[in-house]
């Protein structure tokens, strides 16, 4: 609260300061100049509208004119043009012209050109002629007068050597540009050699990587940057030029070293060999011996010799000194050879070559040796070339080789081998002779071969120093580079000594490599080494010394007879004495004390140290470091900072690692002593430096440069992972990657819909904005773009940012192609399905392709079409297929289908199908007659007539409706008309005809099509009544003629007759519907069994050869087997048989027709079939067998195909159902099938396939189409199978097959599938009670049961609603006392379950899930071994937080499941458990099998066995459970803390009463007033001082306070503010005092205060003042807020207070404090009960009663929540953080209340008038001695109430009128005491109350109300808590009470006040007494008193 407070004050002393004055704003300047030169104007980088640039000239010509917008043609404000500016031209600081004027011209004269780079500059300023300074300044215009200037280098390669056709990238930068100048590049024999580029063709700034140095960077970066690229076919030395094309003079040019890739080593020839006699046998070896040498051993093995070397001139011969000479005889070396090269490292490489008989065999490394038959006097030439890793290459040419040789029969062959190439010439010169040649090559691309004329003997040659008087000698010391070994023996030294003269030689000696010296750096100080000691090896001279004077000597150095050098070396004999020379830290300036590093880089300190001795000296330095605070300061030398990470601390070169110092200042104290050796002498030295760490800027950046181009179809990345923070590793950078099409959006970063880079960019935000690297797929941006890529890297404060451009190329066109799959005829039939395939060819998935399609009419009018219900596939995929029936009524005769497809990437194309509409026939009706009649007897007739249609014949067909739309409906089929066709053929009247028995209402419906030529039709519905037959005995021969019609009718088998057999499969429908008409009827008993077979075999006999057969056929078995149980075993077996052959003639017929909605009605009659003899016999264990099966399955696989074929991808499924199985076929691209399990969460009974090979192995492309079927049964369809009974779940069949184009069906095997399986059973379900454990720490609820040692994995599910955390534990056996658990499980709601503790393995779990665990099958194992039985008892514990108080059955359910997956690979196998297993998906609902299937890739035959694969869940047995609750859950015991709670309130609450009651009568008797006892009656002037003592701490004071008026004509004496024995001027009070005055004061100008030294408080805080003069009513006020105090130096020291002027607004923070105040003791509601003065009618006992009230309901509202959370069981993570946040909630719920209250207390009772007041204090000698003030005082207090000021007035009628009074009425007695009686002179007007007077009844009403029912369910409630709820409840119940007592009242006070401060405030704004209370004087009573 204090920093609250603190907080606002210091916002109101900010309000206070006043707004400082605005700096001065440059007007844009009002000319604009420019200087043209020869070349036109020239411009620099940094040019903008103040700042020109011009080309130097000895004479400049500067031309001016007025700006845009500011000359004369202007006019100003007075309409007249405003006058020109005045401008001073500077050069060089130097004044040149004054000019004012709007235009012109100003010739200078520059004198001398500068130097490249510098430059002259011109300032133009200019100001306004109208206005002064500085409000009309202008900007000044910058010329700057330079040359041109240009830098040419190589970007890339920054190597020393360029390869033959190596891309150079060459650039230049240029100060000036000019849209007149051309550059020219040329260089002779480079592509291109020669090449213009405009001036105006600059770069962005190149990337500061690039460049060869940093200052040629830093240069470029204010130049305009050109490149080009450049090619050399040939090597050698190019010189590249580039030049300006308009500036002669201005080249510049670069000289480019070009070198071949292979350089040739050395080259080997053989004399003439026999090729029987003499084979070749060769193996040579490359080894490394140093980086920078390589040694070469080539070594004939069968010592054929004859050998012929030709070396290079960098190859060096040699012996090699580490390897031995030849042991064998039959081995020469043929070359040994080593060079030296620069690159990267090499390995050792090996190999051999052998050529026998022709064969030539190459062996390199481990790889495989090569044979080459070289067929010599076969062929005249001929080449190979081998290279390994890569391919062997072979080329035979006839007198035309690639490489020229001398005889006509020659070979080559060229075989390269990393580093080294070979090429091999074999010449065969007869059949019995050859040479043989070699060329060794080494690769330049690899290695840099450096000759022997780059290459300088590294020798370095010391004298040890002067020798001391303790030794006469020296010694020379010279290091050389440490040899391998193998070339350690070539080296030779000779070492010459001469005389002083060199006249003669002295000494003469010669060294080897095996005398060098170790460790010989001790001979020479290690300073002034200028080379690493630990690479160099040293030799070492003894030099006697003969005088003083150096001696001379030279030494040879030798390398083998290759390369010798010859070093002059003097041996210094002179004698010297030893001291430091120099000891200096070295730094960039030598004057600076302070270095700064950066405390991520590593930085190091050298100390030149030198030292001049004559002999070896020992140096032993060391480096400190110390903390420091400044450079003035001396640190803490007792502290240095540990220095062990640093390296050389007791060296000169100190080097200190990165990150080893943090941030701040260092002090490096350097301290050395040197001793020479053999004496006692130690000489000192030190330095110090101060070393700033800082933070280093972090770096980001994105590999690929600023600008990068990339393809559109190729696949890239945004790499930022080379960013990083210098300072420091730990830590995290955040990347952040932003993109937009237009780079002015990253100046406000501000996001532009229109310049997003990708669609689902929200933001200026990359769409995955996080991470270093961004990967791109192909085809994910649009081409012919720019892309701006931003990457922002943070870390903590720190920012930074990189931006790359990348360029997309444009992608390809779209191919779109339209295409028609069914009811593809000039003019589409309606009543058929009309499909169509929009592929886009060249789209992929990735490129998100959209698809429109949209329905014109043949004016080119969009059509509003219903595409969601007239299609099956919608607007928005590839393909259409709409529904049949949809254009039945077209409006238009023709239509456009338009498809449009868009890739998100911005490509579109479009493309049309014009279709018409064949209309079917029109105009005509139907009817039937008679409308009734009665079944199997009554004959009727259907007419047709009118209908008409320009396509004919029409043809009629009558269909009498059946049941099978219903129960077998196909959701595929617009409209289902299945049923027995009664008529069809070309006349409009049908025969007589029965009609068989209708529905249960006895009305039939029959379907009329009346069909035109091309297929089109009109249907009709006609509905008959239709009444059973009443007389059933005639029907036995009603059925027999009948039957005996339709056998004679279906025995046609001409094509002609296919009306007959439409009529027999009628006449044989009416049969079998007889027969199940009358199978129920007992008066009817025919033999039901043989006349069923009778219609089957009747049916067998007709054909299906048509659509319509098949329908009659599927129609009569669907009926007759409508009753399968009166069929016996042959008929059914041959009702299957005819239904396969309905299933391969359907089949035919839609291949044929390619029409599919009468096919797919089709389909409905055979599966009803289908289903009456599965359900009826196989389903009832009646005749089971896999055959009869097989053949069912093969039915159903083709009416699968069938339905198929009129599907296209991306269909809404179709759903086939019957009574007891379930069809639903899908098609899908496989693009899209493999994505689609992340959907199944909710799913049950799916299968989800993943296909990746077709059915010939060949890989699933992205557009191949998947049809997928999948079977559901409701029971098992092998009941003959084990596990029947033990399935739970249904049985699921699939089948995966590729559609191809010609609709054929090729079955795949999905590589897996996951398949998901409703539930039946299976689960052991149980509500679980829960409530708290013994100690109420926890909730906790269990259960047992039993397992044995064939238990598997057993899972249980808890299912809650509660989002909370479950400990699970396991134990062994049901007694739980000091058991421990043998598994440890956590169980969370949001993420799978995971075993913790004892860390039990659940490897064997293949269920995971939200609060689902899993008992692995070992752990059970391991319980019931352990137990030594068959079986034991396991406890579940759950366990989580404290959330219930009470037991609870409700809340937690728990499911128990253990589950299986079988799969069934065909029908004649059995089921097995392996091929599926149980997925991670399955629960207590659902069951999740994963099966991984063998892959088989044979074509089936279109009927085939069933290829149907199947799959099940079964149940292994389930435990009996035992709710453990009982012995757990603690009971709960009643706790009387809230009872306790409320009786101390009320305690409390009496106590304050007492006190209220009594303060509240106290304060109607309050002293106002204070009469002094030393007014004097014959005082004219009477005064009343209220004086405000503030508020702070101890700003009150208990000494005597001395008062003196000062007005306009006087002052008064020093009067003692006695008011013993009633306390005054204390914290916070207002005391009032009546002063009288000898004399008139007049206004009052200022008081005086003084303070009495003789107490313990002596300061005293005075908040205001305010001074009444009682005789005319005025007043004067005072704002004092000063602390008084007494000074014991000066003990007379008084304060002044002037008047304060009412017009002045009061300081804010004055006010603020003042307000606060008030309002805090006024609204505070506990505050203001111990306010000192309480304003208004609202007193202190109702105070106290309202808040008793407000806490007693807040301590309800708190435990009505609790009780809430009871019975709601909310979930709670903290308790105790709960309790708190409860207690805020509900001391927010309790304001109102406490308004309510409060509102009803104040605002309806009158405020009480203000208080009658008279104060007479004693006058006690013990006192009133201390008020006395010393005659020195009073003296000076006498002369200066006597002193008169000049202007005083007389006493004018008035003053003596007021004098009159006093003395006439007697204020004062002789008895020095007041007794008059002061009351109110001037009311303010009484104020009525806003609510009505019974409102305090209400408002005491509702304190009483809210305090008993309150306190009565407080104990109710209470009492029923335990000890933890109510601990919780207490701890609310006291956050609820210091939020109301802290923070409710104390923010509002503040919030108000502070508010208040925002207008100026003044003095009348702050409450004053004199504002309330004015009194006059009662002379009668006074009187009555005197008497």
Excluded at 1935 to 1948: A, G, P, V
Aim: hydrophobic share 40%; proline share 6%; glycine share 4%.
């Amino acid at each position: 609260m204090a920093a609250l407070l603190l907080l606002l004050v210091q916002l109101l002393a900010c309000c206070r300061r006043g707004s400082a004055a605005s700096p001065v704003r440059l007007q844009p300047s009002p000319l604009r100049v420019s200087c043209p030169g020869p070349h036109g104007q020239v411009f620099q980088r940094q040019d903008n509208e103040h700042r020109v640039s011009c080309l130097w000239n000895s004479t400049v010509t500067l031309y001016y004119q007025p700006a845009p917008g500011i000359g004369p043609e202007v006019e100003g404000e007075e309409g007249q043009p405003p006058s020109p500016p005045c401008c001073l031209w500077y050069l060089n600081s130097a004044t040149v012209r004054n000019i004012s004027r709007w235009s012109g011209q100003v010739v200078l004269q520059t004198g001398q050109a500068p130097s490249p780079g510098a430059s002259s500059l011109l300032t133009v300023q200019c100001s306004s002629a109208s206005c002064a300074a500085p409000e009309c300044f202008h900007h000044n215009v910058s010329v700057e007068i330079s040359t041109q200037d240009m830098r040419l280098f190589v970007l890339w390669p920054q190597a020393h050597v360029i390869r033959v056709w190596q891309p150079v990238e060459l650039g230049w930068c240029a100060r000036l540009k000019s849209a007149g100048w051309q550059y020219r590049f040329s260089s002779h024999r480079g592509v291109p050699s020669t090449l213009l580029l405009p001036s105006s063709g600059h770069q962005d700034t190149t990337s500061p990587a690039v460049y060869p140095t940093v200052e040629l960077q830093q240069t470029c970066a204010t130049y305009y940057s050109y490149s080009l690229t450049v090619c050399y076919r040939h090597p050698g030395i190019h010189v590249a030029l580039v030049s300006i094309e308009q500036m002669s003079h201005m080249s510049f040019n670069l000289s480019l070293k070009v070198e071949r890739d292979l350089v040739r080593v050395l080259s080997i020839s053989s004399k003439l060999l026999s090729v029987p006699q003499q084979p070749l046998s060769l193996s040579w070896w490359l080894q490394p011996l140093t980086l920078s040498t390589l040694a070469y051993r080539l070594v004939d093995t069968h010592a054929v010799g004859g050998w012929l070397c030709s070396y290079s001139s960098f190859t060096l011969s040699s012996n090699f000194c580490a390897i031995s000479t030849s042991r064998s005889l039959d081995e020469i070396v043929v070359a040994s050879v080593y060079f030296h090269v620069d690159g990267k490292r090499f390995e050792e490489l090996a190999g051999e070559l052998h050529l026998l008989n022709g064969t030539l065999s190459l062996t390199a490394g481990k790889e495989t040796p090569i044979h080459v038959n070289l067929y010599p006097g076969k062929t005249n030439s001929s080449t190979y070339i081998f290279r390994y890793n890569q391919g062997t290459f072979y080329t035979s040419k006839d007198n035309n080789s690639t490489f020229s040789t001398d005889s006509p029969n020659t070979h080559t062959v060229f075989y390269q081998y990393k580093e080294l190439s070979y090429l091999l010439t074999i010449e065969f010169l007869a059949l019995q002779w050859y040479k043989f040649k070699i060329y060794l090559y080494l690769n330049q691309k690899k290695a840099l071969v450096r000759s022997l004329t780059e290459r300088d003997l590294d020798i370095h040659v010391f004298s040890s120093g002067r020798p001391s008087f303790l030794q006469n000698f020296s010694y020379l010391v010279w290091f050389i580079p440490t040899q391998h070994p193998m070339l350690q023996c070539e080296w030779t030294f000779y070492l010459q000594l001469f005389g002083t003269k060199k006249d003669h030689v002295v000494q003469s000696s010669t060294y080897t490599y095996n005398n060098h010296i170790k460790n010989a750096v001790r001979f020479v100080r290690r300073s002034v080494l200028p080379f690493d000691a630990e690479k160099y090896t040293g030799f070492v001279a003894k030099v006697n010394c003969t005088s003083n004077a150096p001696t001379p000597a030279l030494l040879s150095v030798r390398i083998s007879n290759h390369t010798a050098k010859t070093v002059e070396a003097p041996v210094v004999c002179e004698k010297k004495e030893c001291r430091i020379t120099r000891c200096w830290i070295q730094r960039p300036d030598p004057r600076s004390i302070i270095l700064y590093k950066k405390k991520a880089l590593e930085f190091f300190l050298f100390v030149k140290l030198n030292v001049d001795c004559h002999i070896g000296v020992s140096i032993n330095s060391l480096w400190r470091v110390y903390p420091a605070k400044d450079v003035k300061t001396e640190p803490d030398w007792s502290h240095p900072v540990n220095t062990s990470a640093m390296f050389g601390v007791k060296m000169i070169h100190l080097t200190v690692p990165s990150n080893t110092l943090d941030y701040g200042l260092y002090l490096f104290y350097f301290t050395v002593d040197v001793v020479p050796i053999r004496t006692s002498t130690v000489l000192k030295a030190y330095d110090r430096i101060y070393v700033q760490i800082e933070r280093a800027d972090l770096l980001a950046n994105i590999t690929g440069g600023s600008v990068r181009t990339v393809g559109f179809s190729e696949s890239w990345t945004l790499d930022g992972s080379d960013s990083s923070d210098p300072d420091s590793q730990e830590g995290q950078l955040i990347f952040t990657w932003y993109c937009t099409k237009d780079s002015a959006d990253y100046k406000t970063m501000k996001f532009s819909l229109k310049n997003r880079c990708h669609p689902f960019q929200k933001d200026l935000r990359w769409i995955t904005p996080s991470g270093p690297i961004q990967k791109i797929p192909p085809e994910s941006l649009p081409g012919s773009t720019l892309y701006y890529f931003r990457l922002l890297i943070q870390k903590a404060r720190r920012k930074a940012y990189a931006d790359q451009i990348v360029e997309v190329d444009p992608g390809p066109p779209l191919i779109l192609s339209m295409r028609c799959l069914e009811n593809c005829g000039r003019s589409i039939i309606p009543t058929e399905r009309f499909s169509l395939s929009g592929k886009c060819s060249n789209c992929k998935p990735s490129n998100k392709p959209l698809y429109y399609w949209s329905l014109f009419s043949d004016a080119s009018k969009e059509i509003n079409f219903d595409w969601d219900s007239k299609t099956s596939t919608g607007r928005s995929g590839a393909y259409m297929s709409i529904h049949a029936r949809t254009f039945i009524k077209p409006e238009y005769p023709s239509y456009i289908l338009h498809l449009s497809v868009t890739t998100w990437d911005g490509r579109s194309t479009s493309s049309t199908t014009p279709f018409e509409v064949n209309i079917p026939p029109q105009g005509g009706r139907c009817n039937i007659s008679p409308r009734y009649g009665i079944a199997f007897l009554t004959k009727f007739v259907v007419r047709c007539s009118r209908f008409y249609d320009s396509h004919t014949p029409l043809t009629y067909k009558v269909i009498v409706a059946s049941d099978i739309p219903q129960t077998t409906p196909i959701t595929s089929v617009a409209e289902n008309t299945f049923g027995p066709i009664l008529y069809f053929g070309y006349e409009p009247i049908t025969p007589p005809s029965f009609l068989p028995a209708g529905e249960a209402s006895q009305t039939l419906t029959l379907y009329v099509q009346v069909r035109d030529s091309m297929g089109a039709f009109t249907q009709m519905s006609l509905r008959v009544l239709i009444k059973n037959p009443l007389k059933t005995q005639s029907l036995s021969a009603v059925f027999h003629d009948l039957l005996a019609s339709a056998s004679h009718l279906s025995m046609s088998a001409s094509n002609q007759q296919t009306e007959d057999r439409i009529r027999a499969g009628y006449l044989a429908y009416l049969a079998a519907s007889l027969l199940n008409y009358v199978k129920n009827t007992p008066t009817v008993q025919l033999p039901q069994t043989q006349l069923r077979g009778s219609v089957v075999n009747t049916v067998l006999s007709i054909s299906v050869r048509s659509i319509m057969e098949i329908n009659q056929v599927a129609a009569v078995l669907s009926e007759v087997t409508d009753a399968v149980e009166k069929m016996n075993v042959r008929s059914q077996d041959l009702a299957i048989g005819k239904l396969t052959e309905l299933t391969r003639a359907l089949l035919r017929q839609r291949h044929r027709t390619r029409l599919s909605e009468e096919a797919e009605i089709q389909t409905s009659g055979i599966l009803r079939c289908l289903s009456n003899i599965l359900s009826a016999d196989l389903l009832l264990l009646k005749n089971v067998s896999a055959t009869g099966m097989q053949h069912i399955f093969s039915i159903m696989e083709g009416i699968v195909e069938v339905v198929s074929l009129g599907k296209v991808p991306e269909d809404t499924e179709t759903l086939i159902e019957t009574d007891h199985w379930n069809i639903t076929l899908k098609k899908k691209e496989a693009w899209n099938i493999t994505k689609y399990l992340p959907a199944t969460y909710t799913c049950h009974n799916c299968f989800y396939p993943i296909v990746k090979e077709k059915g010939d192995g060949s890989p699933v492309g992205p557009n191949t189409v998947v049809a997928t079927a999948t079977f559901e049964f409701d029971e098992s369809p092998f009941p003959w199978l084990v596990y029947t009974s033990d399935i739970i779940s249904k049985v699921m069949g699939f089948k995966v097959a590729e559609n191809t184009l010609n609709g054929d069906l090729v079955p795949m095997t999905p590589e897996s599938a996951d398949v998901f399986l409703a539930r039946k059973g299976g689960v052991t379900a149980f509500n679980l009670v829960m409530g708290p454990d013994k100690t109420e720490t926890y909730t906790i609820g269990g259960f047992s049961f039993e397992v044995n040692k064939t238990s598997t994995s057993i899972y249980f599910q808890i299912m809650t609603e509660l989002q909370v955390t479950f400990k699970v534990l396991v134990f062994t056996g049901t007694n739980l006392t000091h058991a421990q658990p043998v598994a440890l499980f956590t169980a969370f709601h949001d993420m799978p379950t995971v075993a913790s503790g004892n860390g039990t393995a659940t490897t064997d779990c293949s269920v995971t899930g939200p609060y689902i665990v899993c008992l692995p099958q070992s752990l059970l194992t391991i319980i019931v071994q352990e137990s030594g039985t068959d079986s034991q008892n396991i406890s579940i514990i759950l366990k989580t937080h404290y959330i219930l108080r009470y037991p609870n059955r409700k809340l937690v359910d728990i499911y128990i499941f253990n589950d299986c997956c079988l799969y069934l690979d065909g029908i004649e196998s059995q089921w097995n458990k392996d091929t599926c297993r149980l997925g991670s998906f399955t629960n207590w609902q659902k069951i999740h099998c994963v099966c991984d299937s063998k892959k088989t890739r044979q074509r089936l035959p279109p009927l085939p066995s069933a290829n149907i694969k199947f799959l099940a869940a079964k149940v292994v047995v389930l435990p009996n459970t035992v709710d453990l609750g009982r012995n757990l859950i603690a009971d709960i015991p009643k706790n009387p803390l809230t009872l306790i709670t409320v009786l101390s309130i009320f305690a409390i609450y009496l106590f304050l009463c007492c006190w209220a009651i009594g303060r509240d009568r106290a304060e109607k008797e309050i002293k106002y007033i204070i009469v002094l006892p030393d007014n004097e009656v014959s005082d004219q002037g009477s005064f009343l001082v209220t004086l405000y003592t503030g508020s702070r701490w101890n700003a009150g004071t208990t000494v005597e306070v001395f008062l003196q008026l000062i007005g306009q004509y006087g002052r008064s004496k020093f009067r003692c503010l006695w008011h013993q024995p009633s306390p005054a001027f204390q914290r916070g009070s207002i005391d009032c005092f009546l002063i009288t005055t000898k004399k008139n004061l007049g206004d009052i100008r200022s008081f005086r205060v003084r303070l009495n030294d003789e107490d313990k408080s002596p300061t005293w805080f005075l908040s205001r003042a305010e001074v009444e003069d009682v005789s005319t009513r005025k007043a004067w006020f005072f704002l004092c807020r000063k602390w008084i105090f007494l000074d014991k130096k000066n003990p007379s020291r008084d304060w002044k207070f002037s008047v304060t002027d009412p017009e002045i607004p009061l300081p804010k923070l004055d006010y603020f404090l003042i307000n606060f105040n008030r309002r805090l003791t006024e609204y505070h509601l506990w505050l203001s009960i111990f306010a000192p003065v309480i304003a208004g009618a609202f007193t202190r006992f109702q105070r106290l009663s309202t808040f008793l009230a407000v806490i007693l309901f807040s301590l309800l509202v708190n435990i009505m929540f609790f009780n809430a959370e009871k019975d709601d069981e909310a979930p709670i993570y903290l308790r105790y953080l709960r309790s708190i946040t409860v207690g805020i909630e509900c001391a927010l719920l309790t304001l109102p209340v406490e308004m309510l209250i409060i509102a009803l207390f104040k605002y309806s009772q009158k405020d009480p008038p203000p208080v009658v007041t008279k104060m007479y204090p004693k006058v006690d000698s013990r006192y009133w001695n201390n008020c006395i003030i010393s005659e020195k005082d009073a003296n000076v207090i006498d002369t200066d109430e006597q002193t008169v000021t000049v202007n005083s007035p007389p006493k004018d009628e008035k003053s003596q009128k007021s004098s009159f009074n006093l003395a006439e009425w007697g204020i004062f007695s002789k008895s020095r005491r007041l007794s008059a009686t002061i009351r109110q002179l001037r009311k303010v007007p009484d104020t009525e109350p806003v609510l009505c007077w019974w409102c305090i009844c209400v408002a005491w009403g509702l304190v009483l109300s809210i305090t008993v029912l309150s306190s009565f369910f407080i104990v109710l409630y209470g009492l029923s808590y335990g000890y933890q709820t109510s601990r919780e409840w207490l701890i609310a119940s006291g956050t609820s009470f210091l939020e109301n007592l802290f923070f409710h009242s104390i923010l509002k006070s503040l919030l108000f006040s502070a508010m208040s401060t925002i207008r100026p405030k003044y003095l009348e704004d702050i409450r004053w007494v004199t504002q309330e209370k004015h009194v006059e004087i009662n002379t009668a009573e006074e009187a009555e008193r005197v008497s």
